[in-house]
Each structure stands twice: as C-alpha cells, then as structure tokens.
C-alpha cells in the first residue's frame, strides 16, 4: 500500500481501479446558511460563497472559472489557501480520470454541460426549512447513480457545498446521532459554537429537537443541504462500488442512506479523504462513521510539508482541509500506479499556472 | 449482415458493438415553429408538441410521462400511430443499453436527471431570429461529447425535436444546399410547400436569401433549431465513434459539422435510420448526404407488416417514420446480436402495457 494511503475501518483491501473504469462525478449546491459571517472558507466572502461551486467545477473542466474574476481561495488572518478544485483537477488529469458534473441545487451555475438533478438551492438552516424537496432529490439522484453505473465500474462522488459542514451537522444531529463538535470546518480554528447554535435554531423553528423523526428525508428538509439526498441517492442508486470523496460531510450521507433503508449494505461503500481530515483535531470522522456502521475510510496524505507552495503549505495549518472530492481524487490517482509525489508535482504546477 | 439491416454509403462494414460498449443518447429540444397546425404529428394538437420530447423520454425512463396525462401519439385521419420512443425503449432495454437525456432546449423540462448542454428552447422560424446562441450550444455539446466519450467506446445519439424537419430544411438551405421538397416529415402527406414557406420566410427576415454564410451558425440561429448544434456539437468533440440515430433531421447535424470544419472527417460517423424514412417517397435522405460528404447510412426495417398491432401498422402508411432515435436504438440492438423478430416483439409487448 503507498505510504500515503492510511486506512481506518473494517475492510483491509483497496478497490481495484484499472484504466477506463472509474468515473469521477462532482455534485455542487448552495445553501444560504454559506452567506453566515465566519462560517465557511469557501469564498473570499459570505457573499461569493454562492459562486465557489460553479468556480470549482468550472475551473476543473474550463480550465478558468467563468463566473468568477478569481479562482475561489481561502483566506484566514492573511494566509491563502487555494481551493481544493487543484487538487482534484491535477489529480485527476494526470490520471486521465473522467469528470462530471451535477447540480443538486447550485446558486450559481456553472457554464458547463452538467446533470440536472435538482435546480432550487437550499435556504438558511435557522428557518427550519432548509431543503424544500429532499426526497425528490433522492429519487432523482437513484436514477442518475443507476444510469452512470452502467457506464463505469466504480463511481466516486466529490462534493462542493459551501458550510456543508455546518448542514452535515444538522443531518446528523436530527437522525439522532451524537455530532456537536465532530464535524470538520474549512479554517483553522473550527466555530463548532456557531455551527451548534445554527443548528438548534433550525431544529427547534422544525419543531424536531430530540424526538425520533418518522421521515428521515425532514432531516434534510429542516436543517440539511441539496448536497446530501442527492448524493445519498447517488449512491443508493448504483449497481457499482461507490467512493463518497469527501469528509465529514459524507457522513450526513451515510447516515441519511441509513435511515431511508436500515438494511443498506456499506460493503461496497467507502469515504475518501485526506490526511488533513483524518488527522483534524477540531473534528472526529471516526467516530461519527462509528456510530452509523462498519464503513471504511481512506485518508490521503499528499504530504505539502514537501512543498514550496506557501498556499498548498496552509492546509498544513488547518486551511480548507478537503473540498471538491480532494482526497478521493488523489487515492484514484495512486489506485492507479501513480506516485504521491507526482501527483504533488502536478499540483504545484497547477498551482504556478493558475494563480 | 440481419436482412434488417440495409446499407446506403461508401462503409459495407457495420460498427461492432461488444457488451457495456455502446451509450444512448437522446438530446431533446423544442422551437415554436412546432405550433403552426399541419406542420408535424409529434403531438395530438399543435400545443401538446411542446411536452412530446419530455414526455417521450419520461417513457423511456420512468416507464411513463410524467409532464402528460398521456404518452404521445401521432393522430392522422383518426389513424394512432405510438410515439417512435416505445421503439426506442423496447430495443435499448432489450441489448441493455445505458440510455442518457440531453436538454438542447426543450420547452417542457422531463422530470428526470438530465445533462443539461442548453435551457432555452427555439423561436419560430418565420422571425429569422430561431436559435440565439447557436455557438454556445455547439461549444457546450463539444465539451459534453469529449466527456461522454471517455466513458464508452459508442455513442449513439437521437432527438426529438417537434418540427425538426422543417428547421433541419431551414439550416440545409441556408447552408447552400438543395433541400426542398428533401426533408422527411412525420405524417404520411409531407407538408413540403408549408416547410418551404416558413423556411423561405424566415431565411428572408433574416436577410440571408441566396447568399453564403460568413458564418455557419448563422444558418441555425436564423432558421434552425436547438438540438441541431447540440448534436453537431456532441460528434465534434467525441474521441469515439458517433452514430446519428435519426432521419433527415441529422443530415443538417452532417452539414453543420461540415460547414463549422471544412476538414472535418466522416470516418467515425455514421447516420442510423428506419427503413420508413429510407423507403420514404416524400424524402431523399441520399440525396441530402450525397452533397454534404461521404456519409454511410443504415437502415433498419422492423417488418411491421408481421405485427398485429394496429398502432405499429400505421408506420407502414407514412405515419411517425423515425425520432427519438428509434432506428439507431433497433441498429444498436441487432449489432448486440439480437434478432429482429424477437425486437419487434418487445415493442410489440410494451405498447400493449402502456396503450
């Protein structure tokens, strides 16, 4: 196993990945919870927090973000970090992996072909409405994970949703799960108080704290983001192995996929994500997959204290940690023969080109 | 070669197909040209052709339509004849086929997840103003093509476009071909002096009569339609071979792709039609090919004479003809080795389910 590959979990094996049989599929959305002040990272501001999905993608497929004048990064007390998206886009380009697109409820659109799942964003999680048609999502998402399992053998899903963190922590807090404090953040110091009050408001305007919910999908709808029942549907929806790349925020998804089948299999399920996640002292994955089931997690260390990038070295001190499938991205890279090294070599390239 | 299968062109080797290899695509689009009574029978009034594309590919997908109380059919001098996507559905899902939906610029979304290459549908073409961003579209379905095609090693592409013969007639002559009278049409009398009327209209509010195009997306925008640069689009950025499964309509697809790349080479492209529109009186699909380049046409005859259904039978008298790729759909399924009798049994089968 490539020393940058660590693995927390039940099962010992790696997925095999030969060439041609994984697809690569990014899910965007939006929530106005993004648009709190000192929530979230991901945007030079509360305001352009609705455009950073659109960015990524755009920047992965285009090359350039169109929407945008910059390339979304993450600033915190003057230290820039870039988005993730460079990761993934290096990664995956040296591995000469497929990437696609959907739409779970973007703010902005990208100017880009990309699957429709669902249109309308969500709202800010204290009105307790947050996500309008969660179950809608889901069956949509079910589709689309049955249709692009035919096309490859292994679909892994990145994500980008701004403060989906912060819903993350909603989700799994409304399935009756144990989570004020494990989940990850997109700065250094992680406002798990902000996120905890956030969260209550919303459960309390829905009228769901502490009791059991009889509809697992009024967790999404009351304090979620579109991001989740898609991706869970996604999932549930796929006749191949599935790789959630992505951190805490993919354990909302398991959790969701819990709760809307108990018996659902996770042997074919795994999370990916990076060694900055795995490692986040603000955060625990572990012990919030442990709650759900026996679900393997890979941890990816690109090792950036390598680097002379100063932005890639800021996600040694806690800055933007994963985002946009990062993690996954990489472990496909290395599934397939390729050294963590290079890999590194292309981001920092990639880096020099685009900033 | 399955004595269903008959070969117009320069190419006497059919494409080889194995197991997992091939991805259907159906790329819907709308203009309102299609509201003009006596112009097209894909929709029982003139209103309703705006739900036909939607509706045809909720019944490949979800089994039925979920935008109509009903599934679209071609009504003539009382005579039904089902929509071409029962044939498409029976033949995709009989080989196993993966199926995806494109929007080009449907009026009506489907209810479904769907790549999304356009939003907006089309004019009417009188105004000589159809399509407004025939480049983007193009440019868009370019991008989608080079990613499908790193997921199969096939891509077949439909339509369904109410009217599309009269917009394909639009973009065929302002592209400087001789076209009238050519086009097929989906009712058993072909409304060609209408066609040629509309078609003159708009080419002349356009003020493009008669003269060469500086730019050949001048054609679609002044009297062409959506799907048209879409699909052109799609084949242009494919690394794998694209099979055109329509009639007469993607002909103007051929002449498009030829016009945008003078170079352009149609090795790797093949057009896949029924024996309806091959046989058809009323059109000259050779006659249109034969000027753009050296294009390979297949034809395939589902021997509806053999069936007992009524519906079916009203092919054999000029009704429907072709769309929603149904020919390429039967072509795909008899390449996967399966015989055309046991085909047009499964039509057969699925239009007693859902009539």
């Known amino acids: 196993m490539d020393q940058a590959i660590k693995t927390y979990g039940s099962i010992e094996k790696l997925p095999e990945i030969g060439k041609n049989e994984v697809l690569f599929l990014c899910v965007i959305a939006s929530t106005l919870t993004s648009r709190r002040p000192g929530l979230t990272g991901a945007g030079a501001t509360p305001e352009l927090t609705d455009y950073t999905p659109a960015a990524d993608v755009e ?10 004048p910059e390339i979304p990064q993450t600033i915190v007390d003057g230290a820039i970090a870039p988005t993730p998206a460079v990761i993934t ?31 309308k964003p969500g ?10 048609n969660p179950e809608f999502i889901f069956q949509q998402g079910k589709i689309m994970g ?14 980008s949703t701004p403060a989906g963190t912060t819903t993350a922590l909603g989700v799994l807090q409304a399935l009756g799960y144990d989570a004020w404090g494990k989940v990850s953040g997109s700065t250094p110091e992680n406002p798990h108080h902000l996120k905890q009050e956030l969260v209550e408001r919303g459960l309390k305007a829905a009228g769901i704290h502490g009791q059991k ?21 996604i999932a549930a929806g796929s006749k191949v192995p599935v790789t959630l790349a992505g951190g805490t925020q993919m354990t909302a998804v398991c959790a969701l996929l819990k709760a809307v089948d108990p ?24 012990y919030l997959t442990g709650q759900i089931d026996d679900i393997t997690i890979f941890a990816v260390d690109p090792f950036f204290e390598k680097s002379e990038n100063d932005g890639l070295k800021n996600y040694l001190n806690g800055s933007v940690k994963e985002g946009v499938g ?11 023969g390729l050294p963590m090294n290079d890999v590194r070599a292309r981001i920092e390239k990639l880096c020099g080109e685009i900033f």
């Open 326 to 336: 990062a993690g996954g991205a990489m472990l496909a890279a290395l599934l397939r």
């Open 123 to 132: 709202s800010d999680i204290t009105t307790g409405q947050a996500v309008s």
């Open 263 to 286: 018996e659902f299999l996770f042997d074919d399920l795994t999370i990916a994500t990076t060694s900055f996640v795995a490692r986040d002292e603000t955060s625990d994955i572990n």
């Open 89 to 119: 886009k290096a990664a995956l380009e040296l591995a000469d992996i497929p990437f696609l697109v959907a739409d779970a409820g973007a703010a902005v659109k990208p100017k880009l072909p990309y699957i429709k799942i669902n249109d």
């Open 213 to 233: 919910l009889q509809d697992p999908f009024q967790a999404v709808q009351a304090v979620g983001d579109p991001m989740i029942p898609a991706v869970a549907g």
């Open 146 to 159: 049955k249709l692009l399992s035919r096309l490859t053998h292994h679909i892994f899903i990145g994500e």
């Open 59 to 68: 920047l992965i497929v285009n090359g350039e973000p169109t929407c945008l």
